[in-house]
């Protein structure tokens, strides 16, 4: 067997052990993880994530994840908890513990903390059996037939399934929240969906230097505005009024239907003459649906007397 079949193998192999594990744990969902989701939901405080090793990495990935999706979270080390950060935890804060074994020496240790100032505790673990488990309020189950690591060592299945049983919390919190995509923008404002869904057309819009142009427009002169004005596009007014616009590719158009004629043209001639506006307060995802929709890739922006003040382009929204 050559190298790339094998590798593909064990790849394969790979994914299919925790495509397997996954369809385990989904079809024991219960009762269990439902009363997860609803003390989660009650909880006045935070979402306390800890655990230890790669455990504790899982448990960071789903406290962002949870913060970034309307659940207050953060991760706390049980080491250093142990060691003072106890503090951390409010009385009105719920604790998620990880610990595929449910041994875990640091994790255990706190447990008691946690239980005496009256914190609510799930785990996930793969052994309901196991110490942190039994002294749990709420165990969730997240046991695999193994690991898919080649020595059925390394925590690999126990991992993917721990952070999928994380992602089902975290999905199930915003459908009962009725978490929406603005929310999310208010949460993410860096982010592309944030800018599109926080920020107006104003705030992005080309408004100086604006290829203008007069109805007697030349063809040359035309051509000319174009390539200065950078937007690959002219607006035809007359003093105030709006007339039409025309495109880098309605000229490219134009020049291969009527050639020699080309430059006998005046603007109007091939102009699209109901030009796409948009106003300025309108924010960025409008005028991306308006773009998307007509398949063009600039609005004009006009105020409310429909008055040229800007221009806006896909790539100003996709920045």
Do not use: W
């Not at 005496?116 to 309901?128: K, Q, R, V, Y």
């Not at 969906?193 to 604006?210: A, I, K, P, S």
């Not at 806006?312 to 996709?318: E, F, L, P, R």
């Amino acid at each position: 067997m050559d190298n790339r079949q094998l590798i593909l193998d064990v790849a394969t192999d790979a994914l299919q052990t925790e495509a397997d594990a996954l369809l385990r744990i989904k079809s024991d969902l219960g009762d269990d993880f439902v009363h997860a989701v609803e003390t989660i939901l009650e909880c006045k405080g935070k979402v306390i994530m800890t655990g230890m090793g790669k455990s504790g990495l899982v448990a960071k990935k789903i406290a962002a994840t949870l913060a970034s999706t309307g659940t207050p979270s953060f991760y706390m080390h049980p080491g250093e908890a142990f060691h003072g950060d106890l503090g951390m935890i409010s009385k009105d804060d719920v604790v998620i513990a990880l610990s595929y074994s449910g041994e875990t020496d640091e994790v255990l240790k706190i447990v008691p903390f946690i239980l005496d100032n009256g914190n609510p505790l799930i785990s996930m673990t793969g052994n309901s059996n196991s110490s942190l488990a039994k002294n749990s309020n709420i165990h969730l189950d997240v046991r695999v037939e193994r690991e898919a690591c080649i020595l059925k060592l390394a925590p690999t299945t126990s991992t993917t399934a721990q952070l999928a049983m994380g992602d089902a919390l975290a999905c199930s919190l915003m459908k009962v929240r009725q978490f929406t995509s603005m929310d999310y923008a208010r949460l993410h404002p860096g982010g592309s969906l944030g800018r599109r869904l926080l920020m107006n057309v104003g705030n992005v819009m080309h408004r100086t230097e604006l290829p203008v142009v007069g109805e007697d427009c030349s063809a040359v002169e035309m051509i000319q505005r174009i390539s200065q004005g950078g937007l690959g596009l002219i607006v035809i007014c007359r003093e105030d009024e709006i007339l039409g616009i025309v495109t880098d590719g309605d000229v490219r158009r134009a020049m291969e239907s009527r050639q020699a004629e080309f430059f006998n043209i005046r603007p109007m001639d091939i102009a699209s003459k109901s030009p796409k506006m948009i106003h300025p307060e309108e924010k960025l995802i409008e005028a991306e649906k308006m773009m998307t929709q007509h398949k063009i890739n600039s609005l004009l922006v006009v105020d409310n007397n429909k008055h040229l003040v800007g221009v806006i382009q896909i790539y100003d929204i996709k920045l």
